[in-house]
């Protein structure tokens, strides 16, 4: 099945749900582009976002499809990490003003601002992608720090997604060793989804569990001919980063293909903008992250028994995510005090569904293999080691989850594993 006709909807037999992505149109192929024309045909006014980078790689083509329109930029620096935040959300909101369509010139973070401003103001957008970095493009869920919290907010998707393997070939290598990376990653996450359907009764699909496996099988077929910029490639690995995103509408969560080690990669992010300190492209963080959850779970494996639960003193907890997250710690702990995981008995559940919850952890390839399967994209871990000390991956380990409400192999790591130093109380 094509993306197009998947975009029609599917009658799912597994979970008994109607899936459903009211995207229009996805065009993955050499100057797909050029589709822009007609994809605008009705409208006049375009208000168009880009940062420099962006608009170097895709912007010139971009205009001449959009030949003869009234054209508003918002063209954000090249120069800085571009934060998804309320100061770039004001930036594309001031320029709104009559346009009818917002077309969007990047990858992560152009493509959740667009998304964001679109869908609480009611106008279209269309993403001309620029790099196969990420699976969002396809997803219902906007990655925004708001508050300086990362938050994947519920938005709507775009009319259309455009991605032209001639501008995606030329992608920054970096960028697309994120995107292999990034699917790589969906090992850790499907787990976690599993994981928590034994633990939390979470809602399961294994129809959108089977269709995401099948993306991480034909994107690592992909490996050497992306580090050629082999344009097939490309376009197989931007295939199945446009199909995970669909997956995740289908499923009306990011679950599919977000779990523990996109939350280690979300602590760097937010701890660095927080401290100041620099941090890895997203799918590396994930890339690299997905070997770290999966050592927690040979570590898990190993224990003889999983009848207990740390509880961390109170005002020891607060003291240490203050101190980890600053400004937004406050939030974390707000956050941890609605989802009530401190105050919850999982020791019962724990004890109860132990032998599931082993044959669970155990569909996951060994950490081994993992760091094979990213060597193919020469995604080396040493460059995550040497971007982050041994305390503060420890840290991520220990606190990545308070930054999110979902419940992962973090949390029973935590649980089981939390403090070797204290009775566990179960």
Excluded at 278 to 292: K, N, Q, R
Excluded at 352 to 366: D, F, T, Y
């Amino acid at each position: 099945m094509n993306l197009n006709q998947l975009l029609k909807g599917v009658e799912c037999k597994s979970c008994g749900r109607v899936h459903t992505c009211p995207i229009e149109h996805i065009y993955v192929e050499s100057d797909a582009i050029s589709h822009l024309r007609d994809l605008c045909k009705d409208y006049t006014r375009i208000l168009l976002v880009a940062d420099e980078n962006t608009y170097l790689a895709g912007g010139e083509k971009t205009e001449k499809s959009l030949e003869g329109k009234e054209i508003t930029r918002v063209i954000f620096s090249g120069k800085t990490i571009l934060v998804p935040n309320e100061n770039a959300i004001e930036r594309v909101k001031s320029d709104l003003g009559n346009n009818q369509i917002i077309v969007g010139i990047g990858s992560g973070v152009i493509q959740d601002l667009c998304k964001y401003v679109s869908h609480f103001h009611k106008i279209p957008y269309i993403i001309v992608a620029t790099a196969p970095s990420m699976d969002g493009y396809a997803s219902n869920g906007a990655a925004m720090i708001l508050k300086g919290m990362k938050d994947t907010v519920p938005c709507g998707l775009p009319k259309a997604i455009i991605a032209d393997t001639q501008v995606l070939k030329n992608a920054p290598m970096e960028m697309i060793k994120a995107g292999y990376g990034d699917i790589v990653g969906k090992l850790s996450a499907l787990n976690d989804w599993k994981l928590s359907r034994v633990v939390n009764d979470e809602y399961f699909c294994q129809y959108i569990y089977d269709e995401t496996y099948k993306m991480i099988d034909a994107t690592i077929k992909t490996a050497k001919g992306l580090l050629e910029r082999d344009e097939e490639s490309i376009k197989a690995l931007s295939l199945a980063l446009m199909q995970v995103g669909i997956m995740m509408s289908f499923a009306t969560t990011s679950r599919p293909a977000s779990g523990s080690e996109h939350h280690l990669s979300h602590f760097f992010e937010i701890t660095g903008i927080v401290h100041g300190e620099e941090y890895l492209p997203h799918g590396v963080d994930v890339a690299f992250s997905t070997v770290i959850t999966q050592k927690l779970r040979e570590e898990i494996l190993k224990l003889g028994s999983y009848d207990r639960q740390y509880i961390p003193q109170r005002q020891e907890y607060e003291a240490i995510i203050n101190k980890l997250y600053g400004v937004v710690g406050s939030g974390c702990i707000a956050l941890q005090d609605k989802m009530k995981r401190y105050v919850t008995d999982r020791s019962k559940i724990y004890k109860e569904k132990e032998r599931e919850i082993r044959e669970i952890l155990k569909e996951v390839p060994p950490s081994g293999e993992i760091l094979r399967l990213l060597s193919l994209a020469s995604l080396d871990i040493s460059q995550f080691e040497k971007a982050y000390s041994k305390e503060k991956i420890e840290n991520a380990i220990l606190y990545a989850k308070d930054l999110k409400d979902r419940y992962t192999v973090l949390w029973l790591y935590y649980d089981l594993l939390g403090d070797k130093n204290e009775t566990y109380q179960g």
